[in-house]
């Protein structure tokens, strides 16, 4: 299981509520969620929520690359997400963060309390 947290998130929420597009989450060079659509700095997306296990400016690449291989495979993947589901609405208003897991079929994503 990975997690996102909300400070993060609710920049990525916003934006694809603004834009009228989907939310990507995205298995490649570590995981993280955008906007399908956004603003553009240097020819990369100015605005992401990097998983906190698998932030490769923040943890050593084999631990990241280990923990998005093992909860999700070993191919890069897009999976996208309405901006309104209610799952956004709990990070937006109630400043939960969110937890994504997967199994060989199906992606769960669940807002959950913040960690202490």
């Not at 298995?27 to 997306?45: A, F, T």
């Not at 309104?84 to 997967?102: E, K, L, P, S, Y």
């Amino acid at each position: 299981m990975i997690h996102f947290l909300a400070a993060d998130l609710r920049p990525v929420i916003d934006e694809a509520r603004t834009q009228h597009c989907r939310i990507a989450l995205v298995k490649d060079h570590g995981v993280y969620m955008l906007s399908e659509k956004g603003e553009m700095e240097n020819g990369q997306r100015r605005i992401i929520a990097w998983a906190v296990e698998c932030n490769p400016d923040t943890a050593p690449f084999d631990d990241w690359w280990e923990r998005a291989r093992t909860e999700f495979g070993g191919d890069d993947f897009v999976e996208h997400f309405d901006h309104d589901d209610a799952v956004f609405d709990r990070v937006i208003n109630d400043g939960f963060d969110i937890q994504i897991q997967a199994d060989a079929r199906y992606l769960y994503i669940d807002a959950v309390a913040p960690r202490s």
